[in-house]
C-alpha cells in the first residue's frame, strides 16, 4: 500500500507564495500519473495540475501561470503556488497512480494523501 504525505500548507495573505510537498512512502515505485486536488467543504473536489511521467503537465485554468507542478528523482511531488488568491484557500491533497493511461487529466487515481490547508487571506 503506498501512503502519500503531503506538507507545506499554512496561512499566507493574498499575493504570497507557498510550496506544497508530497513525499510517496514508496519513492521507487513508478507513477505514471500525479496530481494536485483540492476541494473546500461542502464543495465538489478540483483537479488543479496533473503530471505524467514524462513531466508533461497540465493545469486548472484558474491557476494557470500562477501554479507549477513539479516531481524530483525521488517521486517527490511539488506545487508552487504563486499570486495566491482568497478563491485558493481550500485542502490540497496529492494522488498518484501507477497505472499507465492514455492522459493524466480527469483520471482515476489510486493513492491519495491526507491533505494539507491552504488559507489564503485578503
Known amino acids: 500500500q503506498v501512503r502519500l504525505v503531503e506538507s507545506g500548507g499554512g496561512s499566507v495573505q493574498a499575493g504570497g507564495s507557498l510550496k506544497l510537498s508530497c513525499a510517496p512512502s514508496k519513492a521507487r515505485t513508478q507513477y505514471y500519473c500525479m496530481a494536485w486536488f483540492r476541494q473546500a467543504l461542502g464543495k465538489q473536489r478540483e483537479e488543479v495540475a496533473t503530471?505524467?511521467?514524462?513531466?508533461?503537465t497540465l493545469y486548472a485554468d484558474s491557476v494557470k501561470g500562477r501554479f507549477t507542478i513539479s516531481k524530483d528523482d525521488a517521486n517527490t511531488l511539488y506545487l508552487q503556488m504563486n499570486r495566491l488568491e482568497p478563491e485558493d484557500s481550500d485542502m490540497y491533497y496529492c494522488?498518484?497512480?501507477?497505472?499507465?493511461?492514455?492522459?493524466?487529466?480527469?483520471?482515476?487515481?489510486?493513492?491519495w494523501g491526507q491533505g494539507t490547508h491552504v488559507n489564503v487571506s485578503s
Open positions: 503530471i505524467n511521467l514524462y513531466g508533461d
Open positions: 494522488a498518484a497512480d501507477a497505472r499507465w493511461n492514455t492522459g493524466c487529466w480527469k483520471s482515476d487515481f489510486g493513492y
